[in-house]
């Protein structure tokens, strides 16, 4: 569904385009929040880090993108290679530390990458996509197929150096990179506006190129910026700088509360104010899809539910996988295992 | 004395040292609500001139320490994961290691680094590293790795208040072991190994986050009459050369454990340091228990079977005690 003209109505293509864009965010809804209850219930390797109400800003974006477009992710990763088509089970599979995951069981919920779908991966280095996404951008451009390479990051990960400095190579060789600064307003346990000066879009303004500031809780919004940007990547003009203005609902990571040992940086009311169901990403685009007839509450269950079912599917193919092949730990660094 | 976590010592140490002397400063990630539980409280106490939260920054935090430390503060990073030394790492050895030898001495570099290391909890590659072997090459920079929480208590407090840079390393695994703290004034010297548990037959140096699988090694080595030395290192930069090699010369044998990949490890060097000047002492070969070349995974089975554990050091350190292997 990638940039087709589209009329809009209750029926047809762009009323299609609509329930996609649902599905797929149910979808990362539904597999997040399992992964929080499993985390809960019975704990997951490692750290997890869940994009729960910012689902908008990664959907938006990934279904203005072809397969063999570029993606670079963060540490919350799962939305972005969901909504970039990579499959809830290998992803499942991963986090639950399965030679079955699509990394083999070697990188876990951090480092989820598909290159066949244009997944270069989570990141565990916070800033560590937006450099590697601008060298995917030089190998687009040198490719000339009109590829795009996207970078989501954080409004944290906006304060390192690096940011500036993939800005700026990006506009000077007019690559093809879209930085997409997903701005929760929170880095880890700090509130960012206390460690950040100025406005990020300036930054971006400050290297040349366009910069739209949306509504990342409304899909549309997201999609249209992410569009814009798309096409002129294709054209051949450069990089593009969207921020999507969003929340993340759920704690920096499921043990934060373990952590904070009764610290706090925000408060519960505004957590409840983000999960208002206007608020909300999903339940908005929900609300406006039954109000313009596209999606009642019949086919709303009917998603909803088929969205559970590969949630539930993708459980069981993890539970079911082998564990990890140590031996693939050696072949994977070019080392013989010491006798 | 008071029994107290690892992470606990670490926060009593700093509180101190904070409050001992007006010029010493705190910055780094997330430092108010303290990630690690090591610096909580202390932006309460000494207010938010000398405790700062910086943005995601680690090029411009390392920096600013040296910055900070030549313009005459007494200076305390901290890095999170050891792994986001990378991110900072000019600042830490283009400047903070070199600035002293380059400037013919004008300046002193009070600067201590928190930084917290290791595997074993499924963090996967990126927040993993044992990384002290990269620091250990730098030269001029003190390296510390800590294995208990009087130790940890005691080195930081002199790290802090020496004019040296240093690195003082949490062991990950270690943040909640507790042990006996000296309340008040406890300094330990910097360069000086401890033996944590004597025995004539064979020396097992361990290296910082090894330690509890070295003493449980131990105790199985007992269990089968092998009495195993424990030479704890405690500091990397600088080494206690001495220490170690004279349990080398009452044991004859030598197992290294080091939580580093195997490839100049501080295994490496401490061996090396033992062939060169215990090699008379030797009878059988030096054995170093250390992670293979490779990058920790993240699945929980693959990473156990790369992490090093008391098995690995019982076999070989019993090998080493094997007649042929003290007679070949
Ligand atoms: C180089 C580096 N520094 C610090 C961290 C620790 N850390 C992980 S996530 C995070 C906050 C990131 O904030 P932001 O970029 O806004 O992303 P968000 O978590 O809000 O999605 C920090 C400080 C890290 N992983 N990597």
Redesign the interface.
């Known amino acids: 569904m990638a940039s087709e003209a589209v009329t809009k109505g209750q029926a047809g293509p762009w009323a299609d385009e609509q329930i996609e864009l649902l599905e797929r965010m149910l979808l990362i809804r539904h597999a997040e929040a399992r992964l929080a209850q499993t985390a809960k219930d019975v704990g997951l ?3 997890v880090h869940l994009s729960i109400g910012q689902e908008a800003s990664a959907v938006g974006v990934c279904s203005c993108l072809d397969v063999d477009d570029w993606m670079t992710s963060t540490h919350r990763g799962h939305g972005h290679f969901l909504a970039k088509g990579g499959e809830v089970d290998s992803m499942f599979a ?1 986090i639950w ?3 079955s ?1 699509i ?1 083999k ?4 919920s ?2 989820v990458a598909d290159f066949s779908r244009g997944i270069i991966g989570a ?6 996509g937006l450099a590697i996404a601008t060298g995917a951008a030089l190998a687009a451009q040198l490719d000339g197929k009109g590829r795009a390479a996207v970078c989501f990051f954080g409004d ?2 906006a ?3 690096v940011f500036m400095e993939s800005m700026n190579v990006s506009s000077i060789w007019k690559l093809p990179t879209i930085f997409v600064c997903e701005n929760n307003g929170l ?4 509130v960012s506006s ?3 000066a100025g406005k990020l879009s300036d930054r971006a303004r400050a290297f040349g190129m366009p910069v739209e500031v949306v509504d990342g809780n409304d899909v549309r919004a997201v999609r249209s910026a992410a569009k814009a940007a798309v096409e002129r990547c294709r054209r051949g003009e450069g990089p593009s700088y969207i921020e999507t203005v969003t929340y993340r609902i759920h704690g920096h990571l499921e043990a934060e509360d373990l ?3 009764g ?1 706090s ?1 925000r408060t519960a009311a505004e957590i409840d104010a983000w999960r208002a169901e206007d608020r909300d990403p999903v339940s908005r685009f929900r609300a406006l899809l039954a109000e313009e007839g596209i999606c009642g509450a019949d086919r709303f269950a009917e998603l909803d539910q088929r969205a559970k079912e590969k949630v539930d599917a993708a459980v069981t193919f993890a539970e079911a996988g082998e ?4 031996k ?3 072949e ?2 070019f ?1 013989e ?2 006798a | 004395m008071t029994r107290k976590r690892y992470t606990q010592a670490i926060n009593e140490a700093l509180h101190e040292e904070m409050g001992r002397d007006p010029k010493t400063i705190l910055f780094g990630e997330d430092v108010a609500l303290a990630v690690f539980g090591d610096t909580r409280g202390l932006l309460d106490r000494f207010g938010p001139d000398r405790v700062r939260n910086t943005p995601i920054c680690e090029a411009t935090i390392a920096g600013m320490a040296v910055g900070a430390a030549a313009a005459g503060y007494r200076v305390i990073i901290h890095m999170l994961f050891s792994n986001f030394i990378y991110t900072g790492f000019d600042a830490i050895a283009n400047q903070m290691a070199k600035l002293r030898l380059m400037t013919g001495g004008q300046i002193d570099l009070p600067i201590t680094v928190l930084a917290v290391y290791g595997g074993g909890a499924s963090q996967a590659a990126q927040h993993s590293d044992s990384n002290h072997p990269v620091l250990m090459n730098l030269g001029g920079i003190d390296v510390l790795v800590p294995a208990t929480p009087g130790d940890a208590k005691g080195m930081l407090k002199t790290a802090i208040r020496n004019n040296r840079p240093s690195f003082f390393l949490q062991a990950s695994g270690l943040g909640a072991v507790g042990g006996d703290v000296p309340d008040g004034e406890h300094l330990v010297p910097l360069g000086k190994a401890s033996v944590a548990r004597e025995g004539r037959d064979v020396t097992l140096v361990n290296v910082g986050s090894m330690i509890r699988a070295t003493q449980n090694a131990a105790k199985k080595l007992a269990e089968a009459g092998i009495e195993a030395e424990i030479v704890d290192v405690r500091s990397l930069v600088p080494l206690d050369e001495t220490t170690i090699v004279e349990s080398v010369q009452r044991t004859g044998r030598l197992v290294v454990i080091d939580e580093a990949r195997d490839m100049c490890s501080a295994a490496s060097q401490i061996a090396a340091v033992v062939a060169d000047k215990g090699f008379s002492a030797l009878r059988a070969p030096i054995r170093r228990v250390t992670v293979n070349n490779v990058s920790m995974p993240y699945a929980p089975n693959a990473e156990a079977a790369i992490f090093p554990n008391a098995d690995d050091i019982v076999r070989a350190a019993t090998a080493l005690c094997q007649p042929e292997v003290a007679a070949a």
């Open positions: 390797p490692g750290g991963e530390g399965k030679s995951g990394c069981g070697m990188g876990g951090m480092h990141n565990g280095i916070v800033g560590g944290g990960a304060n390192q150096g880095s880890e346990f700090t206390t460690v950040t952590i904070l040992a610290g940086y564990p990890a092949d140590t693939l730990v050696f994977l660094m080392v295992p010491k």
